[in-house]
């Protein structure tokens, strides 16, 4: 089983910055791309930034410019830069491998981390 554990969410000013950090129980991305999803109350969850094996990356439109995804393989880490945050970012934030349908599957979902950005 790979567990995943979100972390840095919290409350920021519109404008301000987060940097996120998914750790991961064991090394999954020499096989997996690896993506950062978001949730908001009362809608699904969508994937926003993504980063494959070779390391090549990419984001949702409404984040394009503003979120970096990174990752150490070293470390079992995956990270997300959130930069020009916007109130519309409000969400709670789950890294997982970036198939949405291979991550529903395998259903190993951490309890991911809150990111709630004031007016």
């Known amino acids: 089983q790979v567990q995943l554990v979100e972390s840095g969410g919290g409350l920021v000013q519109a404008g301000g910055s987060l940097r996120l950090s998914c750790a991961a129980s064991?090394?999954?991305?020499?096989?997996?791309?690896m993506g950062w999803f978001r949730q908001a109350p009362g809608k699904q969850r969508e994937l926003v930034a993504s980063?494959?094996?070779?390391?090549?990356?990419n984001y949702s439109d409404s984040v394009k410019g503003r979120f970096t995804i990174s990752r150490d393989r070293a470390k079992n880490m995956v990270y997300l830069q959130m930069n020009s945050l916007k109130p519309e970012d409000t969400a709670a934030y789950y890294c997982?491998?970036?198939?949405?349908?291979?991550?529903?599957?395998?259903?190993?979902w951490g309890q991911g981390t809150q990111v709630t950005v004031s007016s």
């Open positions: 997982n491998v970036a198939s949405l349908k291979i991550a529903t599957m395998r259903d190993y």
């Open positions: 980063i494959s094996t070779g390391g090549s990356t």
């Open positions: 064991r090394s999954i991305f020499s096989v997996n791309a």
